[in-house]
T-cell receptor, first 115, second 116 residues
Framework: AQKITQTQPGMFVQEKEAVTLDCTYDTSDPSYGLFWYKQPSSGEMIFLIYQGSYDQQNATEGRYSLNFQKARKSANLVISASQLGDSAMYFCAMRAAGGSYIPTFGRGTSLIVHP | DAGVIQSPRHEVTEMGQEVTLRCKPISGHNSLFWYRQTMMRGLELLIYFNNNVPIDDSGMPEDRFSAKMPNASFSTLKIQPSEPRDSAVYFC??????????????FGPGTRLTVL
């Protein structure tokens, strides 16, 4: 079975500072993909970044990077130089072949960026 | 390119009424997913289709819920009769391929359903 755990229900960060959102996962499948999505107050789910289990390097997309620690089964999202528009819910998700490629989502972390 | 399109964006109905939610996936995507999001239960997968065929409907809460995908560009989620506990945001998402890890799943804007 697949499981995603996001232990931080809420996070606060000062504008222009970096913030790390935690995500741990559990799977027995050696081949899997990890995703992060952003959900602003408007409600849409926006794809941010992807990390494959066999990728040698941590994924980066602009101000987003994924701190992938395979042995610890963690895939933390790092947002550098936070902006007010980064205030949103953030969801970590995983997909594995053993799970029939059906994605499993965490409960999310609410991020508030203060000016 | 147009993203996943959902309609209506908001629906308010009375208990007992039939509700139909609609989704148009991204062209060329052959996997389609219906999710329900509530504060209490988070994001739940209701059903997913691959090449218009339902693959896993184990998340459909009960017989009042049904979903169809008559062709590659259209899907519906129907609730009949609706109940207040069905109030939630319903998302449709699509993905290019079923059996890969890298293909990204793209979400529609969601339908906010309120059942009075």
């Amino acid at each position: 079975a697949q499981k995603i755990t996001q232990t931080q229900p809420g996070m606060f960060v000062q504008e222009k500072e970096a913030v790390t959102l935690d995500c741990t996962y559990d799977t027995s499948d050696p081949s899997y993909g990890l995703f992060w999505y952003k959900q602003p107050s408007s409600g849409e789910m926006i794809f941010l970044i992807y990390q494959g289990s066999y990728d040698q390097q941590n994924a980066t997309e602009g101000r987003y990077s994924l701190n992938f620690q395979k042995a610890r089964k963690s895939a933390n999202l790092v947002i550098s130089a936070s902006q007010l528009g980064d205030s949103a819910m953030y969801f970590c998700a995983m997909r594995a072949a053993g799970g029939s490629y059906i994605p499993t989502f965490g409960r999310g972390t609410s991020l508030i960026v203060h000016p | 390119d147009a993203g996943v399109i959902q309609s209506p964006r908001h629906e308010v109905t009375e208990m007992g009424q039939e509700v139909t939610l609609r989704c148009k996936p991204i062209s060329g995507h052959n996997s389609l997913f219906w999710y329900r999001q509530t504060m209490m239960r988070g994001l739940e997968l209701l059903i997913y289709f691959n090449n218009n065929v339902p693959i896993d409907d184990s998340g459909m809460p009960e017989d009042r819920f049904s979903a169809k995908m008559p062709n590659a560009s259209f899907s519906t989620l129907k609730i009949q009769p609706s109940e207040p506990r069905d109030s939630a945001v319903y998302f449709c998402a699509s993905r290019r391929s079923r059996e890969t890890l890298t293909d990204t799943q793209y979400f529609g804007p969601g339908t906010r359903l309120t059942v009075l």
